[in-house]
Structures are given as C-alpha cells and as structure tokens.
Nanobody, 125 residues
C-alpha cells in the first residue's frame, strides 16, 4: 500500500485547507484511514480516523467541530477538511492506513503499517 498526501500550505488563522491522501496498491475500502500530525519538537499525534467498515469517524478533541475526515472509495482517496485553522494546528500532517485496527488502538501511531510522506500545514496568526 502506498499513500500520497497533498494539500498542505500556508494559511492565515481562521482559514481553511483540504488535505488529500491517495492510496494505491492493495488498499481497500475496508482499511481504516487516519490523519496524524507532528509539530516540531513534539510527538506525532492523532487527528482523525475513518473506519472502513461502516465509515465511523473519530477525532481528537482539539479539532472536533473544525475538521472533517471523509473518503471517496471510488478514487481510493481520504480527505481532511480543516476549517477555522489556528496557529496551534501548524504541523506536518501524515496520512496512515491499516487493515486491522481495534477501536482502542485507533489513535496510536504504532497501530498503522502504512504511512504517507507528510504535508506541511502552517497557520499564521
């Protein structure tokens, strides 16, 4: 499975960006797809996930109501719509995928076998 993230950039606080993550290889609609982010000097943290089966979505508290994860299985692509961006959202954003993840491990980076290369999001104040 190969993942290619795109869509990052520089935006002012309050603005919006939409990240995309295109998957290829044997990724299927049953895979759990997720977004993580890593700011300089900090650990990689969970942002959002979409479970392939049933399409349930999960978010870290700091982005609830501002970010939306969605997927287009016909294009093997997952999106992260980010609205009302804040300077603290500045980070490199990574998409991740895995076929078998239990709910309690959804937010753990070590649970995912496949990772994209990351895309930089910078929010200026």
């Amino acid at each position: 499975v190969q993942l290619q993230a795109s869509g990052g950039g520089l935006v002012q606080a309050g603005g919006s960006l939409r990240l995309s993550c295109a998957s290829s290889g044997r990724a299927s609609s049953r895979f759990t797809m997720a977004w993580f982010r890593q700011a300089p000097g900090k650990e990689r943290e969970f942002v959002a996930a979409n479970r392939g089966s049933g399409g349930s979505t999960y978010y870290t508290d700091s982005v609830k109501g501002r970010f939306t994860i969605s997927r287009d299985n016909t294009k093997n692509t997952v999106f992260l719509q980010m609205n009302s961006l804040k300077p603290e959202d500045t980070a490199v954003y990574y998409c991740a995928a895995d076929q078998r993840i239990i709910l309690s491990s959804l937010s753990e980076p070590s649970s995912y076998d496949y990772w994209g290369q990351g895309t930089q999001v910078t929010v200026s104040s």
